[in-house]
């Protein structure tokens, strides 16, 4: 301020007293008094235009700088200067974390939709895109409720009562493919609101899973529970001849035997889902299974048929696979097991190892028995799934089989195909990935 003044006075007084001093009279005096004025609106011409250039400055926006030099109008272009630059600092700041809440918010496996205090969206994140089948061009700003028709979130949406969920089908929902969706409405701000969605279907139908798993548990068990009760009872309550009691003993062992192959099969299972994956270290002989699935398989025709079934087993290497012996072991004789007890005794079953130009090896088992009708064939690996429930029973079949079958592929990165047609039998093969096959170090048998 100080300069300012002392700039003011000097371009005031300077030509005054320049004529003054030149030639002191009156009428100098006169000119002197001119001069002086015309040196003040020369002063404020000039600083009226300083000050026009700093307001052009701020009318701008823009953000280089400008020659104003010292004094007033250059201190307040420097303050004004920094004031500007760090509210650009500042709101790049607040813009790069709104971009990295959102980024975290884009990258959330829930569907977020944020709505204005009219429920219309202002955004939403790819999750939910997906969910209602939103269109960021199209759908922006749009009432939610006018996207969203389902006769339950609208009356979820009408009763303003957030404090639970409503389940609702997704956008691509379809019969074959069912989407279920849990929304939930958090209100937020002033009137503002917050949709959160989540794809429920996996947890929903391992639910229905659960629950049909207990109910066919509960099932197996109990059909061989009321026979043993029943020949219990009988053999309590009446004189038997000893051929009757021995013929009534040997049903109740029949049905002890299955209630304890469903036992141990549960057991499998159990252990397959809990157990750590089967390492690399350890290799087996595929020869040695093959060996031990053909005297357990006879032994099974032998016991199932009063003849025993034509087995024909091959491999075209001698090979080893890495894993678990036992769980391989079970997975392969399931598949024979089940072709020895759904093909006639004089149908032959082929088993065979086969060794692909990839390095992978295919187990396979075929069989020339009735066949398995289509929509048969995707459920097959279910727990407790049979086509035929009477037939299964009678030949000792738990209908856990093809499940522990599917899970030890799974955990040798092995992939399970069934083919089947009816009329023509069916063929069941693991094909295991070559990083678990090698070639047998010492070829001693096969």
Known sequence: MFWRIATFLLCQFLPALALWNIAPSDQQSVDALIAAIAGCYVWLVWDAMRGKRLLSWLRAGDTTDIPLGSGLWGEVFDRIRKLVRARDRAALES??????FLAGLQASPNGVVMLDV???IEWFNQTAASHFGFDARRDMLQHFGNLVRDPGFAAYYASRNFQLDVKMPGRNSSASKPVNLSVHLHPYGEGRSLVLSQDITSKEQAEAMRRDFVANVSHE????????????????SLPLQADERSRYLDLMAQQAQRMQTLVSDLLTLSRLEGSPLPTHMEWIAVSALMAQCEQDAR????MLWTQSHPL??????????AGSASELQSAMFNLIGNAIRYSPPDMAIEISWNSMADGSAVFSVKDYGAGIAPEHIPRLTERFYRVDRSRSRETGGTGLGLAIVKHVSQRHGAELEIESSPGKGSRFSITFPAQRVRIAVSATDV
């Open 299 to 302: 032994d099974l025709s032998r």
């Open 221 to 236: 068990i109990r059909t061989p529970l009321t026979v043993l009760s029943g020949f219990v009872e009988t053999l309590q």
């Open 95 to 100: 813009e790069r974390r709104l971009q990295d």
């Open 312 to 321: 024909r087993f091959t491999a075209n290497t001698v090979c080893e696979i």
């Open 118 to 120: 009219e429920g219309r």
